[in-house]
């Protein structure tokens, strides 16, 4: 034991920056040479399913399942689909998202589901070659996106000091209570979401006001 322990001491003592690296290099390639079950290797050039939320996934099937107790499972595959239809609904439950409301009163799940789902049955119905393309006539030179980014570049340029936006967490006290330490709670070793959801908005916009000045004074 004795012998062992001196050994191994020996061997730490004498390692070198170099000797580790080599070490983790070798170890690399017996990895990478490693034989493995043929299955693994065939199944790493297939599609990745892994790379999916599972959970995200069982959510857009409750959106496919409401669909299909109201009008019949695939019932879009049988009945076609029209693009504009389809981009209006994934645009409206964006926008319903955007705007603060999570949750699609119609069906209880959440807008961005809802939104997955319609630019599901719209792909759906693109792949089987049953759906009606009635997007616009379309521009002579696309989006250009190219010079609008430019043009965005040259705004950055022009006013390069950013300034926080306004956003509904800040305005909320309750919010600010749920999402956002009080700064002069967390100063004052007071914070607790209870006292933060019971500040006036004034006092919470003064006290992120502190929080940009600090940020400011770090920056």
Known sequence: MGVKQETMDQFVKNLTPKKIFNHFVEMEQKMSSKDTNPKDVLGIAKVPMH????????????????????????????????????YDAAMRHMMDWFEGTDIDADSGLHHLVKAI??????????????????????????????????????????????????????KEPALVGTFLKCYACVEADTYSAEKCAACSAESVLAAIEQVKQKDAKND
């Open 51 to 86: 790379c999916i939320s599972p959970r995200v996934l069982m959510e857009v099937s409750l959106a496919m399942m409401e669909g299909g107790r109201k009008y019949g499972t695939y019932n879009y595959r049988a009945m076609g689909v029209k693009a504009s239809v389809y």
């Open 117 to 170: 789902a319609s630019l599901i049955v719209l792909r759906d119905g693109i792949i089987m070659g049953n759906y009606e393309d009635d997007r616009p006539i379309q521009l002579p030179n696309k989006l250009e996106l190219d010079k609008l980014n430019e043009k965005a570049k040259d705004l950055i340029k022009r006013y390069p000091e950013y300034i926080r936006p306004f956003t509904q967490v800040e």
